[in-house]
């Protein structure tokens, strides 16, 4: 079974930058899926999708984050990383990552659910 940890979140003013982290533990080949995303939830919101990168190294990006995120990896290390510039204050929210099992952008076709990091965003 795959486990996924998020870290990296904190408090940056508007304007700012972040990097995010996932690690992987307890991973197989067969368990890697067809790529990793990123989601977020801000409060009294529903979850939504940020990004995603496949196996070929292609990537998507909601339209809110597009220009201002990206999505990398390094498969040596079992790790995804956001890099979130340009931050705003409508970015503040719990972000997780999770494994893709489809070729989908929506949540309920990805698992292995990390527990999350925040981030705030203040004016």
């Known amino acids: 079974q795959v486990q996924l940890v998020e870290s990296g979140g904190g408090l940056v003013q508007a304007g700012g930058s972040l990097r995010l982290s996932c690690t992987a533990s307890?991973?197989?080949?067969?368990?890697?899926?067809?790529?990793w995303g990123w989601f977020r939830q801000a409060p009294g919101k529903e979850r939504e999708f940020v990004a995603a990168?496949?196996?070929?190294?292609?990537?998507n990006y909601a339209s809110s984050v597009r220009d201002r995120f990206t999505i990398f990896r390094d498969d040596a290390q079992n790790t995804v990383y956001l890099q979130m510039n340009n931050l705003k204050v409508e970015d503040t929210a719990v972000y997780y990552c999770?494994?893709?099992?489809?070729?989908?952008?929506?949540?309920?076709?990805?698992?292995?659910w990390g527990e999350g990091t925040q981030v705030t965003v203040s004016s």
């Open positions: 999770a494994v893709a099992r489809a070729l989908s952008l929506a949540s309920k076709f990805f698992d292995s």
């Open positions: 307890g991973r197989t080949s067969s368990s890697y899926g067809r790529g």
């Open positions: 990168i496949w196996r070929d190294g292609s990537t």
